[in-house]
């Protein structure tokens, strides 16, 4: 989302909705459900940017399996096995896999 933000400052507007990965399937289903749920009544209307940005069309929801979330490589602390797996899911190479003129 701040991406998004930040490209439109400089110009570059985003046509396409972003999508946003949820492992929780009962989120997606209140945030495609614009009525007022009693769960979240204790929640300040400003917190409500992801209905928001699905009702507008800026955002899309999608499941993701939790062990599939790759948000927890940021946000966890992972067992060695558990980041590589992510870390490879990403695309990032580990350092001593990298080749190149400077010797690394």
Known sequence: MWLRF???DF?????EATSLLC????AIAMSK???FHQKT???NRKYHFIRDGIQDGTLELHYC???KQLADMFTKALPK???????DALGVKSAKHLEGSIGV
């Open 81 to 87: 096995d558990r980041f590589e797996y992510l870390r």
């Open 33 to 35: 459900n614009p009525v």
């Open 23 to 26: 492992d929780n399937i009962s």
């Open 11 to 15: 110009g570059e507007e985003q046509v």
């Open 65 to 67: 399996r939790t062990d």
């Open 41 to 43: 009544r204790h929640i």
């Open 6 to 8: 930040m490209l439109s």
